[in-house]
């Protein structure tokens, strides 16, 4: 057996019903999990000793622009073990945009989603210090949503007073 | 100049004091080198043995702005960064002057987004503008040129002596 194919299986026993999507485009496997089950998940795949999802490479966002089903969480997972990548796809319906934070599976999440929160403000439930990265504190938009405007909003970003 | 030869004639030569302060001053303009991004490579370009700014007694890159005459921004200045600049130029001597180098920092260049600052004329007073993506170090070398000649048509008494409490950088 394949180990995409084991993937898959794996999950599908574990999860059932909760796994909503199973695609593969271009050899890369991508799963789309219920969001209530992405922790479940996590441990799932960093502790299970045959799939050894040990590496989190990125945490990051889409945003569809449409009123339902607005965002996803998407997270690139790495198996040294088995030197295969695989997607973790979990879709947010409707407000308020959270889901449980991975952060107890993969420290390495912990800024990838202090990023995501900053840029898409999907509030991650759980998470030891969620700050904004780049913006400054007291910021009150999420600049990578699709209404915010490319120039930014006047005066929200504070600069020094002009000199004489 | 046949400066010498005029003192070997009388041992004396009339000028005014302003002439001979902004004589002085042009000659020898230290730059703060405010290097943020790209344009700061082209910076050191500048003042490295084959363009050699020393030509314009502009070679002592001070990295503290107590020390400075001229700032050379290069880079993209974000919002987040405004605040840092500024901070360091309120901390440069009078006189002081500031040259704005390459697009980013004129103008926001190709970063017509929200984080970067759109020109750094918004908050500090730019008295050179350099064009270019980035600028070529000789025309940072001409941008310093044209600081020397505002400088050389300035007057000593354009720059009063201001105490540092004054200018809300030191307290007591």
């Known amino acids: 057996m394949q180990f995409k194919e084991l993937i898959v299986e794996k999950v599908k026993e574990k999860f059932g019903e909760s796994l909503q999507d199973v695609n ?141 | 100049m046949g400066l010498e030869a005029k003192l070997t004639q009388d041992g004396f030569i009339t000028t005014t004091l302003d002439a001979i302060i902004s004589w002085a001053r042009k000659s020898s303009v230290w730059p703060m080198p405010m290097g943020i991004s790209c344009c700061a490579i082209e910076m050191i370009s500048a003042a490295d043995p084959k363009y050699d700014l020393a030509r314009f007694g502009s070679e002592v890159m001070r990295f503290t702005p107590r020390q400075c005459d001229v700032m050379i921004v290069a880079g993209t200045v974000t919002y987040k960064m405004a605040q840092v600049v500024r901070r360091i130029y309120d901390q440069m001597p009078e006189p002081k002057w500031v040259i704005a180098m390459g697009a980013c920092t004129s103008s926001g260049g190709m970063y017509r987004s929200y984080s970067v600052v759109q020109g750094i004329d918004q908050f500090l007073p730019v008295d050179v503008y350099t064009a270019g993506c980035p600028p070529r170090p000789e025309n940072l070398i001409n941008a310093v040129m044209a600081i020397q000649a505002k400088i050389a048509k300035s007057k000593a008494r354009d720059y009063p002596d201001v105490p540092l409490t004054d200018l809300g950088v030191i307290k007591n």
């Open chain 1, 24 to 164: 593969e485009f271009r050899g890369d496997l991508s799963l789309t999990i219920h969001k209530d089950k992405i922790l479940q998940l996590a441990e799932f795949l960093h502790n299970d000793s045959e799939l050894a999802f040990t590496m989190c490479k990125d945490v990051t966002a889409i945003d569809w622009a449409v009123r339902k089903n607005r965002f996803t969480v998407v997270y690139h997972l790495l198996s040294l073990k088995n030197n295969f990548n695989l997607r973790v796809k979990a879709n947010l319906e409707n407000e308020p945009y959270t889901i449980e934070s991975v952060t107890s599976v993969w420290r390495s999440a912990d800024w990838y989603e202090r990023e995501t929160y900053d840029m898409y403000g999907i509030v991650f439930e759980n998470h030891p210090d969620l700050r904004r990265m780049y913006m400054p504190e007291g910021f009150e938009y999420y600049p990578l949503r699709k209404d915010f405007p490319v120039l930014g909003i006047p005066g929200s970003l504070p600069l020094p007073n002009k000199t004489e």
